[in-house]
């Protein structure tokens, strides 16, 4: 009230305003400091140097005039592990992107089980035998599941290597229109060319280039802020990885930066690969809308320090903005999507590159099917295509993806200590359950016994939490499932 009358006030120089309080001068020089520090940070980071694979790549010819079986927009992994198995059963594919030789730019994390299922162990770099969450100051988790980093040099390499061993042609260039008849597709690209096709994948990510939404897309947000760095030591354990830590005796009392975390909390996530070398990431798990970047560095810039972190330099820094949840695309449609662009992020974690390649296979095996016409082959773009999309988003896995939804609703709805809660109660569970959950392979019935498993664990606090903010998207979840049920 007082700020409020001295805003009112009317300013005269006879009667100067009196000073603010002391606590306002304290918390602005708070700010200013955080802000300082957040700045600091950027300014450690290199210029952005993309790094390119030195690749002689097989380059689509224009003058064709017969439809490719197969055009793949998006040069990402799901897009060319999906481009070498189509390739691989005598099918004419060709990937289209801007730089088809960039090596993928962010560092990808993942657990070592799923990338050794799909045969990819040789893609990981560095292994920790486990990992560990703080929950806050007085309670830690240890995650007896052994996580990596991807090689991502290695990764791209392979997967370039196996596409042009099956024939995969290459064109450089960003697609700009599709033009659509009965039977195939007329793909426009920036550079004049006009590449047809049987079927189109759209694999862009994010950008949703060709893939088709009809609904209002108001999902919520991952940010994150990451640097790859030398320092001069860390409190971390090279041993294992720091999967989430939600402690925040590193911001100031009283702050507006620590009421800005209580409500809308962000983690620190590590990958120590020696005493001096680490990637720090604070991370904003899902919020809508989304933190602010300039928010996410100042939180990490008072995290380091307060844990002793001295920079020497900076790698490489990264900036992730990830879509979670959200309506799926129209379904089905005539242009196929896979990964971010089909709706495959984890609505809950943000997860989606292992996922992504283990469904690879999937969509392809599809496509192959439908376009052998020797096996009573289906005739026509937009039957082929709604078939395709079945199997990518048949009914378990769009159940799945509502519980996940509803699960993405919840943490929307929670504060830090909330939060710290649910994580608590979270890696309580047996590791099947939390295990299934992060890497999707619960599907509704185990979802369901999940839920209940997860209620039993939570504290009575965390259960009266869920039940008031819960209620209204549980009946939403239920309302949706109801709905799909009918199509």
Not at 112 to 130: I, N
Not at 182 to 190: F, W
Not at 254 to 263: C, F, P, V
Not at 381 to 389: I, K, N, P, Y
Request: charged content about 20%.
């Amino acid at each position: 009230m007082a700020t409020t009358a001295l805003l009112l006030r009317a300013h005269h120089p006879c009667n100067p305003s009196p000073p603010p309080p002391r606590a306002a001068i304290v918390c602005r020089a708070m700010a200013s400091t955080a802000a300082s520090a957040a700045q600091a940070l950027r300014s450690m980071a290199p210029p952005h140097r993309p790094e390119l694979l030195s690749l002689d790549l097989p380059r689509y010819d224009p003058a064709r005039s017969r439809p490719v079986d197969l055009a793949i927009v998006g040069g990402g992994p799901a897009g060319l592990a999906v481009a070498q198995r189509v390739a691989e059963a005598g099918l004419s594919v060709v990937s289209i992107d801007p730089s088809p030789g960039l090596v993928w730019p962010n560092n990808y994390g993942v657990w070592v089980d799923e990338f050794e299922a799909m045969g990819l162990a040789d893609c990981l770099d560095t292994v920790w035998p486990s990992a560990s969450v703080f929950i806050d100051d007085a309670t830690s988790k240890s995650l007896h599941r052994p996580y990596a980093r991807v090689a991502r040099r290695k990764l791209k390499s392979t997967m370039m290597d196996r596409c042009v061993a099956h024939g995969v042609d290459f064109h450089q260039a960003k697609v700009v229109k599709a033009v659509h008849n009965e039977a195939s597709s007329l793909l426009i690209c920036d550079d004049g060319v006009a590449i047809p096709a049987t079927v189109v994948l759209d694999a862009t990510g994010f950008s949703r280039c060709l893939v088709q939404y009809d609904m209002p897309y108001n999902p919520g947000y991952q940010v994150a802020y990451g640097i790859l760095a030398e320092v001069d030591g860390h409190p971390f354990d090279i041993d294992k990885m720091l999967f989430m830590d939600w402690r925040d005796s590193h911001l100031p009392e009283g702050s507006a930066i620590k009421e800005r975390n209580t409500r809308v909390p962000t983690f620190l996530y590590a990958m120590p690969f020696s005493p001096t070398k680490i990637f720090l990431e604070e991370t904003s798990l899902v919020a809508r809308p989304g933190l602010a970047m300039d928010d996410i560095q100042e939180r990490m810039a008072a995290r380091l320090k307060h844990l002793g972190i001295r920079i020497r330099s900076v790698e490489e820094d990264e900036r992730c903005v990830i879509p979670m949840g959200g309506p799926l695309p129209v379904l089905p449609q005539r242009v196929v999507g896979i990964g971010g662009t089909a709706g495959m992020v984890h609505p809950s974690t943000g997860y989606m590159v292992a996922r992504t390649l283990a469904t690879a296979p999937i969509v392809a095996d599809a496509i192959v099917r439908y376009l052998d016409s020797g096996n009573g082959g289906i005739t026509g773009g937009d039957a082929l295509a709604a078939e395709v999309w079945k199997e990518l988003w048949p009914t378990d896995r769009r159940r799945q993806r509502e519980f996940f939804c509803f699960g993405m609703d919840v943490l929307l709805k929670l504060d830090l200590p909330g939060t710290r809660r649910f994580f608590n109660a979270f890696f309580d569970l047996e590791p099947h359950y939390w295990h299934g959950f992060l890497s999707s392979r619960l599907f509704l019935p185990e979802l369901l016994m999940f839920g209940l498993s997860l209620f039993a664990h939570a504290s009575n606090t965390s259960k009266l939490e869920i039940m008031a903010k819960g209620t209204v998207p549980l009946a939403k979840m239920v309302g949706n499932l109801i709905q799909d049920k009918d199509r």
